[in-house]
């Protein structure tokens, strides 16, 4: 899973780096998922380094079209 989310979402220096590093910055975000108003949302921490390329990379994600069934 996170060998395509690199390409497909992510941008600058993360699209090409290390799958180590790539790893390291993606899972150890600091955020937490909430829910209310009937939606989930993805609250990150404003002191996390890596906070930019987070946001851009789910706006990626939900801009990718639905898959046909």
Same mark, same amino acid.
């Given at each position: 899973m996170? /060998?395509?989310t690199q390409p497909l979402l992510m %941008?600058? %220096?993360l699209a090409t /780096?290390?799958?180590k590093k790539f =790893?390291?910055?993606l899972l150890h975000a600091a955020a =937490?998922?909430?829910r209310g108003g009937r939606r989930l949302r993805l609250r990150i921490a404003a002191t996390c380094p890596w906070r930019h390329e987070l946001i851009? /990379?789910?706006a990626s994600l939900t801009a990718l079209p639905r898959p046909a069934t």
């Open positions: 996170l /060998a395509w %941008e600058g %220096e /780096a290390e799958p =790893r390291y910055r =937490r998922i909430t851009n /990379a789910f």
